[in-house]
T-cell receptor, first 114, second 119 residues
């Protein structure tokens, strides 16, 4: 089982809609989770971090964490064409080799159509 | 705040030569820096973890003698690809984690990446 799993997409939403991105993780001990956005040919940029169960909102973005179900999600409200990118979910590995390192999912490609 | 730079942004070299990539934290001191590699349409793959003043920890399958990492100060880490070959052509990205108390200890801030092409 992969440590962090994401649907590769592409996820296509119309402009102004809500985009919902999901991620599951296998390390039950993970406590810290991150969403990064990566535009084609560029490096990842941090959108949000989340550590506690529940929702965390920042502008148009809301991260949701459910540790019991081992999933993390990112909602993007009022999606814009400029939000079109690959969204990477990441978790801090808590056990085994390289403990403390960030483990990335393969990313979900989002396309927002004007 | 939390700006990380990389130099060069793009490099083309001949097979067999060595290439050095610098990663700098510009406005904070980084306890730990990470080096990643990303091939086209693939996920980020961690290559090694670099702590200031100590030897880097390499991920399984990454040759430490080929990818030399030096973390000489709290703001600079370098990755040297020795005897580069075409299969080393990739997008190399570094990230940094800030010192305790100054920044979130776990959030990694990424540099803009270095695109390496070995001919």
């Amino acid at each position: 089982q992969k440590e962090v799993e994401q649907n590769s997409g592409p996820l296509s939403v119309p402009e102004g809609a809500i985009a919902s991105l999901n991620c599951t993780y296998s390390d039950r001990g993970s406590q810290s989770f991150f969403w990064y956005r990566q535009y084609s040919g560029k490096s990842p940029e941090l959108i949000m971090s989340i550590y506690s169960n529940g929702d965390k909102e920042d502008g148009r973005f809301t991260a949701q964490l459910n540790k019991a179900s081992q999933y993390v999600s990112l909602l993007i409200r009022d999606s814009q064409p400029s939000d079109s990118a690959t969204y990477l979910c990441a978790a801090i590995r808590e056990y085994g080799g390289s403990q403390g390192n960030l483990i990335f999912g393969k990313g979900t490609k989002l396309s927002v159509k004007p | 705040g939390a700006v990380v730079s990389q130099h060069p942004s793009r490099v083309i070299c001949k097979s067999g030569t060595s290439v050095k990539i610098e990663c700098r934290s510009l406005d904070f001191q980084a306890t730990t820096m990470f080096w990643y590699r990303q091939f086209p349409k693939q996920s980020l793959m961690l290559m090694a973890t670099s702590n200031e003043g100590s030897k880097a920890t390499y991920e399984q399958g990454v040759e430490k003698d080929k990818f030399l990492i030096n973390h000489a100060s709290l703001t600079l880490s370098t990755l040297t690809v020795t005897s580069a070959h075409p299969e080393d052509s990739s997008f190399y990205i570094c990230s940094a984690v800030g010192l305790r108390g100054l920044l979130d200890q776990e959030t990694q801030y990424f540099g803009p990446g270095t695109r390496l092409l070995v001919l």
